[in-house]
C-alpha cells in the first residue's frame, strides 16, 4: 500500500517486520538445534547450538499469526474499493514474484552446501514457484502461502461477485468454526488416550484443514474485523466477536506452543507465547487507533517504514534455509555462536533488502504489465462476443 493512501498504517509495517524477524529469531537460535530433522537444522549441518540462550527465542513462531491478522486487515482495506481484476493483479504481483526470486536463492543455498539430492531439491523448487499448496517445499516456510492464497481466494471470490457486505458474516463464520474446533481440542487433550482427542490430533496434522482455514481462520477474522472498528463503524457486536476469536486464538496458540514443545522433548508453558501475542495485538491496536499520529512522523521515517514492510515477505522466506545455511558455514569456520548469529542476521536482512529493491519491484512491474494486457485483451473478447 502507498504512503500516501488515505488508509494507510505506517505502525503496520514495523510491526510486520518484527514479526518476521521474531520468526527468524526462532528458527535460527531455537529450531536449529531443537529439531534436529527440521530443515533450518539440515541447512546448518546440526552445528548450531544455542541451548543457553533466553527461551523467548522459542516461541518466535507466533509471528505467523501476527501476519494472518495483519492480512486479514490489509487485505480487507485493500479489496474494499477495487475491482475482482485488480484486486487479483495486486495480490499476485504482491505475493508471486517475491517468492520466484527467494526460492531460487534457496535452491541455490542446498546446491551449495550440498546437503540433499538435486532432483528432490528441484522438485521443491518447481512446487514453490507454482504455489502447490501441498509439501515438499524448498523451504518449509512456503507453507504458510497456501493459507494465505486460501484467504485470499475468499475475499477475491466476495470482490468478484460484488458481494463484499458479506464479508462480515463470511468472516465471522469461518472464525467461529476455528474458535471452536480449538475449544474442543483443547477439552479432547484434557484426556489424551481418548478416541477424541485422536480425531482432533488428526485434524490438527492435516494439511486440507490448514487450507479451509479451520486452523487460523480466527486470525484472519481478527485482522478483518479490527479493520472495521477502527477504520469503519464500532459496533457492540464486533466488540464481542473480536474478544471471541481472540481467545479462540490463544487456544490455537497454546496447542502449537504444546505440539512444538512436544516434538523437541522440552516442557515450558505455553503462557509466553500467548502473552506476546496478545501484547502483539494491544500493539496493533495501539498503532491503527493512533495512525494519525504517526502519519505526521516525518516523511524519511515513514519512508523507513515502508521499507522495512517490503522487507519482511523476502525476510521470511529467505532466512529459514539460505539463512541456516549461512550459519553453518560460519559455525562451520570456527565463528562463535553468538557472533556467527548476528552475522547471519544481518546477512539475511541486507539479503532481503537487495531483493525488495532490485528483483523484485523489476519482476512485479513486469508481471503487473503482463497481467494486466491478459486481462484487457480478456475484456475485449468477452466484448465483443
Same mark, same amino acid.
Given at each position: 500500500?502507498?504512503?500516501?493512501?488515505?488508509?494507510?498504517?505506517?505502525?503496520?509495517?514495523?510491526?510486520?517486520?518484527?514479526?518476521?524477524? /521474531?520468526?527468524?529469531? =526462532?528458527?535460527?537460535?531455537?529450531?536449529?538445534?531443537?529439531?534436529?530433522?527440521?530443515?533450518?537444522?539440515?541447512?546448518?549441518?546440526?552445528?548450531?547450538?544455542?541451548?543457553?540462550?533466553?527461551?523467548?527465542?522459542?516461541?518466535?513462531?507466533?509471528?505467523?499469526?501476527?501476519? $494472518?491478522?495483519?492480512?486479514?486487515?490489509?487485505?480487507?482495506?485493500?479489496?474494499?474499493?477495487?475491482?475482482?481484476?485488480?484486486? !487479483?493483479?495486486?495480490? $499476485?504481483?504482491? +505475493?508471486?514474484?517475491?517468492?520466484?526470486?527467494?526460492?531460487?536463492?534457496?535452491?541455490?543455498?542446498?546446491?551449495?552446501?550440498?546437503?540433499?539430492?538435486?532432483?528432490?531439491?528441484?522438485?521443491? =523448487?518447481?512446487?514453490?514457484?507454482?504455489?502447490?499448496?501441498?509439501?515438499?517445499?524448498?523451504?518449509?516456510?512456503?507453507?504458510?502461502?497456501?493459507?494465505?492464497?486460501? !484467504?485470499?481466494?475468499?475475499?477475491?471470490?466476495?470482490? /468478484?461477485?460484488?458481494?463484499?457486505?458479506?464479508?462480515?458474516?463470511?468472516?465471522?463464520?469461518?472464525?467461529?468454526?476455528?474458535?471452536? !474446533?480449538?475449544?474442543?481440542?483443547? =477439552? /479432547?487433550?484434557?484426556?489424551?488416550?481418548?478416541?477424541?482427542?485422536?480425531?482432533?490430533?488428526?485434524?490438527?496434522?492435516?494439511?486440507?484443514?490448514? +487450507?479451509?482455514?479451520?486452523?487460523?481462520?480466527?486470525?484472519?477474522?481478527?485482522?478483518?474485523?479490527?479493520?472495521?472498528?477502527? *477504520?469503519?463503524?464500532?459496533?457492540?457486536?464486533?466488540?464481542?466477536?473480536?474478544?471471541? !476469536?481472540? &481467545?479462540?486464538?490463544?487456544?490455537?496458540?497454546?496447542?502449537?506452543?504444546?505440539?512444538?514443545?512436544?516434538?523437541?522433548?522440552? *516442557?515450558?508453558?505455553?503462557?509466553?507465547?500467548?502473552? +506476546?501475542?496478545?501484547?502483539?495485538?494491544?500493539?496493533?491496536?495501539?498503532?491503527?487507533?493512533?495512525?494519525?499520529?504517526?502519519?505526521?512522523?516525518?516523511?524519511?521515517?515513514?519512508?523507513?517504514?515502508?521499507?522495512?514492510?517490503?522487507?519482511?515477505?523476502?525476510?521470511?522466506?529467505?532466512?529459514?534455509?539460505?539463512?541456516?545455511?549461512?550459519?553453518?558455514?560460519?559455525?562451520?569456520?570456527?565463528?562463535?555462536?553468538?557472533?556467527?548469529?548476528?552475522?547471519?542476521?544481518?546477512?539475511?536482512?541486507?539479503?532481503?533488502?537487495?531483493?525488495? &529493491?532490485?528483483?523484485?519491484?523489476? +519482476?512485479?512491474?513486469?508481471?503487473?504489465?503482463?497481467?494486466?494486457?491478459?486481462?484487457?485483451?480478456?475484456?475485449? &473478447?468477452?466484448?465483443?462476443?
Amino acid at each position: 500500500m502507498k504512503v500516501n493512501n488515505p488508509e494507510y498504517v505506517p505502525g503496520l509495517d514495523l510491526l510486520r517486520f518484527g514479526a518476521a524477524f /521474531a520468526v527468524m529469531l =526462532y528458527h535460527l537460535a531455537f529450531w536449529s538445534w531443537a529439531f534436529p530433522a527440521g530443515q533450518v537444522a539440515l541447512a546448518s549441518k546440526g552445528l548450531a547450538d544455542f541451548r543457553d540462550w533466553p527461551l523467548i527465542t522459542a516461541v518466535g513462531w507466533i509471528g505467523v499469526q501476527i501476519f $494472518f491478522v495483519i492480512s486479514g486487515f490489509v487485505i480487507a482495506t485493500s479489496a474494499a474499493h477495487s475491482s475482482a481484476s485488480r484486486f !487479483f493483479i495486486s495480490r $499476485f504481483t504482491r +505475493l508471486a514474484p517475491a517468492a520466484w526470486v527467494c526460492a531460487t536463492i534457496t535452491l541455490l543455498a542446498w546446491l551449495l552446501i550440498d546437503v540433499g539430492t538435486p532432483s528432490s531439491h528441484l522438485r521443491a =523448487y518447481v512446487k514453490s514457484i507454482a504455489f502447490v499448496p501441498v509439501p515438499a517445499w524448498i523451504d518449509s516456510v512456503y507453507w504458510t502461502l497456501g493459507v494465505e492464497i486460501a !484467504f485470499y481466494a475468499l475475499v477475491l471470490a466476495l470482490v /468478484a461477485y460484488k458481494r463484499m457486505h458479506w464479508l462480515k458474516p463470511v468472516i465471522c463464520t469461518i472464525g467461529l468454526v476455528s474458535s471452536l !474446533f480449538w475449544f474442543g481440542y483443547g =477439552y /479432547a487433550a484434557t484426556d489424551r488416550e481418548s478416541a477424541l482427542f485422536e480425531w482432533f490430533s488428526a485434524l490438527q496434522w492435516s494439511r486440507l484443514a490448514q +487450507l479451509t482455514l479451520l486452523h487460523h481462520g480466527m486470525f484472519f477474522a481478527i485482522g478483518v474485523l479490527l479493520w472495521m472498528q477502527l *477504520m469503519r463503524k464500532s459496533t457492540l457486536g464486533q466488540t464481542i466477536w473480536l474478544l471471541l !476469536f481472540i &481467545v479462540g486464538g490463544c487456544m490455537q496458540i497454546s496447542a502449537d506452543a504444546n505440539l512444538k514443545f512436544e516434538k523437541t522433548g522440552l *516442557m515450558a508453558s505455553p503462557l509466553l507465547a500467548c502473552t +506476546l501475542w496478545l501484547s502483539a495485538m494491544l500493539l496493533l491496536f495501539w498503532m491503527v487507533h493512533n495512525n494519525d499520529r504517526i502519519r505526521a512522523l516525518p516523511e524519511r521515517v515513514l519512508r523507513t517504514l515502508r521499507r522495512l514492510g517490503l522487507v519482511t515477505y523476502p525476510l521470511y522466506l529467505l532466512h529459514n534455509v539460505t539463512g541456516g545455511a549461512v550459519l553453518g558455514t560460519l559455525l562451520g569456520s570456527g565463528l562463535g555462536s553468538t557472533d556467527a548469529l548476528l552475522l547471519t542476521i544481518a546477512a539475511i536482512i541486507a539479503l532481503s533488502w537487495w531483493v525488495s &529493491v532490485q528483483p523484485e519491484p523489476a +519482476l512485479q512491474k513486469a508481471t503487473r504489465n503482463t497481467l494486466t494486457s491478459l486481462m484487457n485483451r480478456w475484456n475485449l &473478447v468477452r466484448t465483443d462476443q
